[in-house]
């Protein structure tokens, strides 16, 4: 199944515009569509936090990396400060992905 997008007027797709494709273009009624996108980015969301890799097929993975801590500089004063160490989701692209992005986005380079 394949869902059509050249309705977006944004060059950014939202959870909102997904929702209205889901209604469109499924069938779901509004409340459920929402629901839907809602609960899709909520399990992500929770199971990178929990500290998994989420990993879409075709699409991508996410993962979770941990960044030392690390000496930074203020870039207005010039002094010195320590960066603490944080968590940080990384995507990586799946090679049927990088296969779709080289064949159809050639010419807009």
Avoid: C, W, Y
């Amino acid at each position: 199944m394949e869902l059509a997008v050249q309705s977006l007027e944004s060059p950014a797709l939202t959870k909102a515009q997904l929702a209205e494709l889901l209604f469109e273009q499924i069938g779901l009624n509004k409340r459920e569509s929402k629901d839907m996108v809602d609960a899709f980015f909520d399990l992500i969301a929770q199971r990178l936090v929990d500290g998994e890799d989420v990993k879409l097929s075709g699409f991508g993975n996410f993962q979770i990396r941990v960044k030392a801590p690390r000496p930074g500089r203020n870039p207005r004063t010039g002094e010195s400060i320590p960066i603490e160490a944080r968590r940080v989701v990384t995507f990586h692209a799946s090679s049927k992905l990088k296969e779709q992005l080289q064949e159809l986005g050639g010419d807009k380079v």
